[in-house]
């Protein structure tokens, strides 16, 4: 086959496969030979060569038939001994595909062509290595402008803010934790984009934990594992995210731990995100768990509602452009940020679908249309958590059996779970106390009342048992 016939196959590639993809993919392959009906390609990488492979191999197969007459019989995809394949030549957004595809993120690969997450590697790097950095593509969205602090995340914000000034590590690693879309991502990404900015020397790298994963588990497989250690080894700040989805995944966890330690051993910044703190997060091994508790661990507190309605404000703005003419009521935007409170992704995601919504039917947004529009999330939001359920996840969190709540048994083992229960009933709930003492064995009102000041006396002298308050109402409202 020629370099001309590649060029015709190149072409009707691109028409079939779409821009992004031809880019990324289709692009960075270097025709070199063909050796008995196997079409040999040169390939940046290893991962770019496994991708298209994947992916892409019998469509290359037709196209290349079809243009040379059918005389090929297989691909073949290497990366050249010597780097013949000319890395450095290539579009951005094919290393940052590449690096997509490292870390084993097909939704990012498409978005690959925004600016990728990894700073050019520092000159003494080894090729191989700044070609190889894991990182995901970082969302173009998640900035500090665009973070809005309140309350419940100020500290996580500020934690944030001070390692991407990129001065000298002072806490190590960064470990921030909380419940579901709380903003530990964003947060992430935006102190990779602003550690770009301020320092553009430092190789910033951003994966979740299950990409950490893949990437191990790939090395591992293609007997690569030296490159792997070499590669995370050579990163200045390491992000991963999701921490808590290693958990169990025993060598796994053993690589990552040593890639912490190597990293923290040079004075490298690492942040961590869980979902938990970490001595909750169950089959993590203890020496992880301490290891992640020596730098600095920063709690997102569930939202509360002027930070939802700042949220939703900085929303609005943002829509302006896209929506010009468009308004929505401050009292809409008070009812979304009161109605909707499980999280945040949730009523970004509201503010969106009734934007577009009203857009497209050309109708202004007023209460009938939120309605109209919101309905189900609306429904899903009104999820009323009741005494029972509190009792249950209550018994779950102590080891004890219900009926041992429900009984007469004064026991401190099953009395405090048993106050804390009650408290979390009156507060969680609509229940009055005599009701909620109904759904206790028959209590009192009175005992309950004196339970629910029982754990508020506690929650000022014991931070175990504002833990497990935390924990509690996070179990519940997921
Ligand atoms: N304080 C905030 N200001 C602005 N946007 C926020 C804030 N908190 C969360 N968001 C937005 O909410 C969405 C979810 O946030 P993010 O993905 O960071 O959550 P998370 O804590 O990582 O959740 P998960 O545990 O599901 O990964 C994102 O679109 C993010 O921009």
Redesign the pocket.
């Known amino acids: 086959m020629t370099q001309e016939q590649w060029g015709q196959v190149q072409e009707q590639l691109r028409e079939t496969v779409g821009n992004s993809n031809f880019k990324n993919w289709i692009e960075p392959l270097q025709y070199t030979s063909v050796d008995d009906g196997v079409v040999n390609f040169g390939v940046p990488t290893n991962f770019i060569g496994n991708y298209v492979a994947r992916n892409f191999s019998d469509l290359i197969l037709y196209h290349l038939r079809s243009v040379t007459g059918g005389k090929v019989s297989r691909l073949n995809f290497a990366v050249p001994p010597s780097g013949a394949a000319n890395t450095a030549q290539r579009p951005d957004g094919a290393r940052a595909a590449s690096r997509a595809a490292a870390a084993g993120d097909t939704a990012g690969m498409a978005s690959a062509k925004a600016r990728t997450n990894v700073s050019p590697a520092k000159s003494a790097a080894p090729a191989q290595v700044a070609e190889d950095l894991p990182g995901a593509p970082l969302d173009e969205?998640?900035t500090f402008e665009?973070?809005?602090?309140?309350k419940p995340?100020e500290l996580a914000h500020a934690a944030a803010r001070r390692v991407a000034e990129g001065a000298a590590v002072s806490f190590n690693p960064l470990f921030l934790y909380?419940?579901?879309?709380?903003?530990?991502?964003?947060?992430m990404h935006a102190i990779a984009w602003e550690l770009q900015e301020r320092r553009p020397d430092l190789n910033v790298v951003y994966l979740s934990a299950e990409q950490f994963m893949y990437r191990f588990v790939q090395a591992l497989r293609d007997r690569r594992m030296m490159d792997f250690k070499q590669i995370f080894r050579s990163v200045d700040v390491l992000m991963v995210?999701?921490v808590q989805f290693i958990a169990g995944k025993d060598s796994t966890q053993e690589e990552f731990f040593h890639t912490f330690n190597a990293l923290v051993d040079q004075n490298k910044q690492i942040i961590i995100?869980a979902?938990r703190a970490p001595n909750e997060i169950k089959d993590l091994e203890d020496r992880i768990k301490s290891r992640l508790q020596c730098g600095l661990v920063v709690d997102?507190h569930p939202?509360d509602y002027e930070?939802r309605l700042g949220?939703l404000h900085?929303k609005v703005d943002q829509f302006r452009e896209q929506y010009p003419g468009l308004e929505i009521g401050q009292g809409i935007l008070e009812f979304l940020a009161l109605r909707i409170s499980t999280?945040?992704?949730v009523l970004?995601g509201a503010l969106t679908r009734l934007f577009a919504f009203a857009s497209l039917v050309g109708r202004e947004i007023t209460m009938d249309l939120v309605q109209d529009c919101l309905a189900d999330v609306l429904r899903a939001s009104e999820r009323k958590i009741t005494v029972e359920e509190i009792q249950r996840k209550v018994c779950e969190h102590y080891n004890i059996r219900l009926s041992d709540m429900l009984g007469p048994k004064r026991l401190r083992t099953f009395a405090r779970p048993r106050q804390v229960a009650m408290y979390l009933s009156k507060n969680m709930t609509s229940r009055s106390l005599p009701e909620i003492g109904k759904r206790f064995g028959g209590r009192d009102h009175t005992t309950v009342m004196h339970g629910v000041r029982r754990i508020d006396e506690l929650r000022l002298q014991d931070g175990q048992i504002d833990e497990d308050l935390e924990l509690l109402r996070r179990a519940l409202e997921a």
Not at 146 to 150: A, I, P, T
Not at 178 to 187: A, R
């Open positions: 969205r998640f665009r973070f809005v602090v309140g995340n909380g419940g579901v879309g709380l903003g530990k991502t964003h947060l995210d999701d995100s979902d997102l939202t930070l949220i900085n999280n945040v992704r970004e």
